[in-house]
T-cell receptor, first 109, second 116 residues
Framework: GQNIDQPTEMTATEGAIVQINCTYQ??????LFWYQQHAGEAPTFLSY??LDGLEEKGRFSSFLSRSKGYSYLLLKELQMKDSASYLC??????????WGAGTKLIIKP | GAGVSQSPRYKVAKRGQDVALRCDPI?????LFWYQQALGQGPEFLTY????????KSGLPSDRFFAERPEGSVSTLKIQRTQQEDSAVYLC??????????????FGEGSWLTVV
């Protein structure tokens, strides 16, 4: 079966750095997405990786290793507004998005 | 429109009642997706439209669920004879091109359905 694994919850301190890991086992691979979702709101796009390596976008970076079935989302200079769920999703060989359950990130002052 | 718009935002239905959830995708977007999201879980795929054609409905949980997009823009997800297990957020998403492109998928705010 297809599976996306992420930690259920993480806690970090304002101003610090946090890394949210995602491992996947899917039938084929056509890209990996990270989305942010605040409670009661729609998921919003953060990043897309299809090749190995690091993609940097401001305070957020995303890394992919296809051979290891692994990605991480790195958030720097954490702000209170970064408290949200972070969803990892992989596009499989049928171009269908397979979603993880999300990682709830709690930022403390 | 500026973003994906869904209505109603909140719906309370009595068990056995039929409901219809509407999605207005971003203007010009070819692909439209419906997802179901339970509390604390990631979205679960329901169905996919490319323009007016429903190319994948493998995620619809039962024949009580029906979706249409007759003119290739607005879509409606209909749930007949609602059951308590249908209680969830129903997310609609759209993207500019076909699903085998690398285009970003944009989500609406969701329709929160509670079946009592």
């Amino acid at each position: 079966g297809q599976n996306i694994d992420q930690p259920t919850e993480m806690t970090a301190t304002e101003g610090a750095i946090v890394q949210i890991n995602c491992t996947y086992q899917t039938s084929g691979f056509n890209g990996l997405f990270w989305y942010q979702q605040h409670a009661g709101e729609a998921p919003t796009f953060l990043s897309y990786n299809v090749l190995d390596g690091l993609e940097e976008k401001g305070r957020f970076s995303s890394f992919l290793s296809r051979s290891k079935g692994y990605s991480y989302l790195l958030l720097k200079e954490l702000q209170m507004k970064d408290s949200a769920s972070y969803l990892c999703a992989v596009r499989d060989s049928n171009y269908q998005l397979i979603w993880g359950a999300g990682t709830k990130l709690i930022i403390k002052p | 429109g500026a973003g994906v718009s869904q209505s109603p935002r909140y719906k309370v239905a009595k068990r056995g009642q039929d409901v219809a959830l509407r999605c207005d995708p971003i203007s010009g977007h070819v692909s439209l997706f419906w997802y179901q999201q339970a509390l604390g879980q990631g979205p679960e795929f329901l169905t996919y439209f490319q323009n007016e054609a429903q190319l994948d409905k493998s995620g619809l949980p039962s024949d009580r669920f029906f979706a249409e997009r007759p003119e290739g823009s607005v879509s409606t997800l209909k749930i007949q004879r609602t059951q308590q297990e249908d209680s969830a957020v129903y997310l609609c998403a759209s993207s500019l091109a076909t699903q085998d492109s690398g285009n970003t998928i944009y989500f609406g705010e969701g329709s929160w359905l509670t079946v009592v």
